[in-house]
Structure formats: C-alpha cells, structure tokens
C-alpha cells in the first residue's frame, strides 16, 4: 500500500490531462486485491483522451485480480487455474499490460506476450477497441426520442389553445376555418352544441443530426422517423383532456474514422395524457406519460499485433446486445396569448420538462467467443429543463383557405447536466472480478443551455360545416414545420414534421 499511495502522489504532480483521471487511479490503486505494477499506470498522462485513460485503468485492475486468481504471465493456453472465458479475458489483458512493460522500460515485469504497439499513441487506440463508450447511445437515443415525443404534445396543445376540433394537426396554432369562428379565438365555447367537442390529429416527421467526437464520446450520425395520433375531449368552455400515442424507429452509425465501428437501432412507443385549462388569455397544461424504449447494438472489436509482437494476434469480432427501457415524463406549461393586432398573435409561454429514463442492464454476445463481452449495469438518465419560449404567428386569408406562418423560439436551460459513468464489467470473468476492475465509462455532461427554433406553415384548406342537424364536419387541413437546434456544443440536430387534418 506504501509503494501504491507514492506512486499516485508521483502522478498526481504531472499535467493537467493527469488529474482527470486521478481520482480514478487513485480508487484502483487502494481497491485493487494486488500491488500495482509500472506498466499501465506509468502511462497515465500520456493517453489521447479520456477513454482510453479509464480503459487503461480496468485494465490493469482486470490483470491484477486475474493473475491473482491463478492466471499466468507465462501460460500460452488455457490451465486448470485460468480456464475457459476467465483464460480469453486474461490472454486479452495481459498482451496490453506485457505492451506497457515494454514501452515504459520496466525490465523487472513480463512482456513476453506484448501487443507490439510501439507507441503509447497506438496502444490508446488497441484500448479504445476495448472499451465499450458506445454504450452511451442508448441514453442519447432516448433522450432524443422523448424530447420528440413532447414536442408534439406541445405542438398539439397549441392547437387546442386556439379551439380547433376534429383532426387538428401538431405544429399548427391557429387552423379554424371560416364556418368555426364560433369556437372564439381563446378556446371560447360558443356553440358547443353545434360543434363536436370530439378532436384528433395524426403527423409523421423525419429527424436526423450528428454529435462531433470528443474526449468521452465517439462521434455519430443519426435519423429517425415517427408517427404520432391522439385524441382529445373538450369538457366545458375552460377544460381539455386528451392523450397522445407516438412510434418511432431511430438509427445510429458511429464514425468509423474514430477508431470505433457500432451501430444502434431503437424502437419506441409512447403514452402522453394531459389537460389543459385555458381563460380568456391564461393558460395551463401538464401531462404525465410513460415511453418504453427497445434497443440493438453491434460493436466491433478490430485491432492486431503490431510488428514488435512475439506472437502475431488478431483480434476481429462483434458484441452483440439488446435492452430495454422506461421512461416517465412530466411535461408541464402556463402561457398567456394576446394579439396586438387582428392578424397578429403573440404568446409568451414558461414550461418544466422532467424525464426519468431507466436502461436495463444487459450482457454482450461475442460473436467470435474472443472474451470482449460487456455485462453492463442498469443506467438511469435525468433531465430536468426550464423552457421560457416565445411564439408570434400571422394570419391571412388569400382566394383560398386560410394561410398562417408561425415562428417559434425556445431557451432550454438544464438543471441536471452532470457527466454520469456506465458501468461495465468482463462478462467470462465476471465471477472473478470485483467492481475495481469495473469499466467505468463516462459520457458528455448535458448542454447547459440551447436554443430551439421553429418555422412552419399550416393551412384551412377546406372548412366545416354543419349538415341539418348534425355536427359542423368536413374540414381538411395541412401543415409542414422545420425545427432546428443551435448552441449545443458538438452536436446538432433538425426535424421536419407534415401531415394531414380531417375534421369528423
């Protein structure tokens, strides 16, 4: 333990790049079951980034404990001691650490079984395969899927705020035609008895980005498409109830150029009930819903012996997995809506929008039985954003139907963007292994603050009308929007959403 805590005082006096990784040497240093060696942990300071810092780390914890456990720096195959998965898991660690011992000349630790990287730069990026940093997509995944899910809802709400009925469509806040300027502007409820108090609506949007790679995460690119549909009830002249389900299918390529080649593939459903409750010019929402989340993940592991190797290796398989995972969501809002001229509407607005996200946790398959496989615990993401916003929006009426453009500008500020680590443990050797030699890999903190924009165009195509004694029926409507994100650091992303409205 002396010798342990002098070599992390040594450490803890090298270059800021040093002490990010500090904090985690120093828990292996005093968790791990045997003494440390000079091989990994002389290097740390030296890595390209933050990945292969941690992956150095549970390697070297994972080499420990194995050759603890009986496992030998000598042995060429499987023994009575290190058999089986625990003997794929050794043979891949050791050849880093017996690389380690090479390039920091520590002539008194084995290095009959190195890697052959010659460099620290090219042993990082043979770390780098081992790590599982894409595990992160799942969060960013579901995040992205309940934040579109939410923008419809609220899409929707703006909707009902103006009192339409029958099929009204998401991005659209003004949509009476004509024949229902009895539905006052507000939600008023003249004429209730004449017009259905029955509504629903049904859109389809297209969303893709990119995030940029950076010390803790791999970049990507992403697309997705879903389907939303609901109903809604208006109860009396000041309240609303209603429900929104969703679907979505969402796709996502690492770059391979980033020493790291994975795909990732969700599926998705949702529940939204809310109510609304608006006066003249007041209004109030919440909802309360719940999403339940499917994933595929594949990630290779790719990287061979370099020429300095004693005996030649390749390793190139596949991590298979797939997990579930629930999320439940509050998304609440009070506005207020004027009109500073006939045309004209203006409406400030402030909403709170809170989601709990809850990954299984999972195993890996490896394809080609190499022992790369993850057993990775259960992840919980937290959002927790305040929405001040501002939508202005004309309308005017041409030969034919009624046309409104709308504009719509929102500043989220996030109050739970703290980085969280994944945590993932050898899976052959699992049985061997404490959580000191646990992965523990970090993702990218939540963006603080961003702003999201909205332009669209929505259009009363054909209006309602009663027929005898019926209820006003016939309408059809379109719309088409385009939201954009701006201000989040290394990542982007923009939805374009249409559909049709027919009111029943």
Request: with cysteine; proline share 3%; hydrophobic share 40%.
């Amino acid at each position: 333990m002396v010798r342990s805590m002098k070599k992390l005082n040594k450490y803890l006096c090298k270059a800021p790049v040093l002490l990010r990784t500090a904090p985690i040497m120093a828990g292996y240093l005093i968790m791990t079951a045997s003494p440390a060696h000079a091989d990994l942990t002389a290097l740390f300071g030296k890595f390209a980034n933050d990945i292969e810092e941690r992956s150095a780390v549970a390697t070297q914890a994972v080499y420990d404990q194995l050759k603890t456990a009986g496992c030998s720096d000598l042995q060429a195959g499987p023994t009575q001691a290190c058999a089986g998965g625990t003997y794929l898991v050794w043979r891949n660690v050791r050849e880093v650490v017996h690389n380690a011992n090479v390039l920091t000349g520590a002539t008194e630790e084995p290095t009959n079984f190195s890697l052959g990287r010659p460099s620290v730069a090219l042993l990082g990026r043979a770390l780098r395969w081992c790590n599982g940093e894409e595990f992160s997509s799942m969060g960013s995944l579901s995040n992205s899927f309940v934040n579109s899910q939410v923008g419809s809802l609220a899409a929707r709400i703006t909707a009902l705020r103006f009192g339409a009925s029958g099929f009204r469509l998401a991005g659209s806040s003004f949509g009476d035609s004509p024949q229902l300027a009895q539905v006052g502007s507000r939600g008023g409820a003249a004429g209730a008895d004449s017009w259905s108090r029955l509504g629903g609506f049904i859109n389809v949007s297209y969303n893709d980005g990119d995030k940029d790679l950076t010390s803790r995460e791999d970049a990507f690119s992403f697309d997705g498409r879903s389907i939303n549909a609901g109903f809604d009830f208006r109860i009396d002249a000041n309240w609303v109830a209603g429900v929104m389900l969703g679907y979505q299918n969402q796709d996502l390529d690492f770059d391979t150029t980033a020493t790291v080649e994975a795909k990732s593939k969700m599926h998705g459903v949702s529940l939204l009930p809310f109510i609304l409750y608006q006066s003249d010019a007041w209004y109030a929402s919440a909802s309360l819903g719940y999403q339940r989340m499917n994933f595929d993940l594949n990630r290779h592991v790719n990287y061979g012996s370099g020429a300095l190797a004693a005996v030649a290796v390749q390793h190139n398989t596949v991590d298979d997995s797939g997990t579930d995972a629930n999320s439940f969501t509050s998304y609440n809002t009070v506005g207020y809506s004027f009109s500073p001229s006939a045309p004209w509407t203006i409406e400030p607005s402030l909403s709170i929008d809170y989601q709990h996200i809850a990954i299984d946790g999972f195993t890996e398959r490896d394809v080609q039985n190499q022992g790369f496989n993850f057993a990775v615990d259960k992840q919980i993401v937290q959002s927790l954003e305040a929405i001040p916003a501002v939508r202005a929006q004309y309308a005017f009426k041409p030969s034919y139907g009624v046309w409104v453009p709308f504009v719509d500008a929102q500043w989220h500020t996030q109050f739970k963007n703290d980085s969280r680590n994944i945590k993932a443990l050898y899976a052959d050797a699992g049985g061997l292994l404490t959580d000191a030699a646990q992965f523990e890999i970090a993702t990218d903190a939540l963006d603080k603050h961003y702003w999201v924009y909205t332009v669209g165009l929505s259009a009363v195509l054909r209006g309602a009308a009663p027929h005898g004694t019926e209820v006003a029926a016939g309408g059809l409507q379109a719309f088409v929007n385009y939201r954009w994100y701006e201000g989040m650091e290394n990542y982007s992303q923009q939805v374009v959403s249409a559909g049709l409205r027919y009111e029943f």
